[in-house]
Every structure is written in C-alpha cells, then in structure tokens.
C-alpha cells in the first residue's frame, strides 16, 4: 500500500503563487507516473497535471497550461506542483496520485486517468481576489 502526504496549501491572494508537495511511501517511486488533481465546491473531481516515471514528459489541463509546473525528485520520492498566477477558480481541494500506468495526451482527456491506483487525502487551495 502506497501511502501520499501532501502539504504546501493554504489561503493566498489572485495573482500570488504556491507551491504543492507530495511525498511518497513507495519503494520504487521512480517507476510512478504521479498526478495532480483537484475538485472545487458542487464540481466533479478534475485532472490538473502529471508527470511520467522518467520526469521527461509533462501534461497539464487546458485551464492551468502555462501556470502550473509539474516536477518530481525521485531522491526525495516527492512531486510538486509549482502554481503560478493563481486565479479564484483555482480554489479547490488539490489531490495527488500516483499508479504505474502511464499517460499521454489522450489518456489524461478521459476517464481512465481517474482510475490511478494511489490517492492522497488533499490539501485545501483557496485563492481570494
């Protein structure tokens, strides 16, 4: 059982930025595709960026392209998502995953993508204008 830990959120203003972390408790976490998802008040759980085991490809939704960054240090079995320019409609419960399954540009545009193995409990991201 893969167990996830995130923390770095909190209340920031629009236009501030913030820094998610992941941990991870998997033995071989470099063999991980990990994610990140997020859900906001009355909305449906949403795929908002993820990385592939070798850290070499990245995919993020259309609302966050450009904002956001993905990234992961297998050494400390962390990924991160780095939020830049944040807007009210980001405000959200901000979840991790991580399964071995790996994602392409179609995957992450279906329901497959929320059939990752490993989830984390979330992390609350309010952004206030």
């Known amino acids: 059982q893969v167990q996830l830990a995130e923390s770095g959120g909190g209340l920031v203003q629009a236009g501030d930025s913030l820094r998610l972390s992941c941990v991870s408790s998997?033995?071989?976490?470099?063999?991980?595709?990990m994610a990140w998802f997020r859900q906001a008040p009355g909305k449906s759980r949403e795929f908002v960026a993820g990385?592939?085991?070798?850290?070499?490809?990245?995919y993020y939704a259309e609302s966050v392209k450009g904002r956001f960054t993905i990234s992961r240090d297998d050494a400390k079995k962390t990924v991160y998502l780095q939020m830049n320019a944040l807007k009210d409609e980001d405000t959200a419960v901000y979840y991790c995953?991580?399964?071995?399954?790996?994602?392409?540009?179609?995957?992450?545009?279906?329901?497959?993508?929320?059939?990752?193995?490993?989830w984390s409990q979330g992390t609350q991201v309010t952004v206030s204008s």
């Open positions: 990385i592939s085991w070798s850290g070499h490809s990245q």
């Open positions: 995953a991580a399964d071995r399954m790996p994602i392409n540009d179609v995957v992450i545009t279906t329901p497959k993508i929320f059939e990752m193995k490993y």
């Open positions: 998997a033995h071989i976490f470099s063999a991980d595709t």
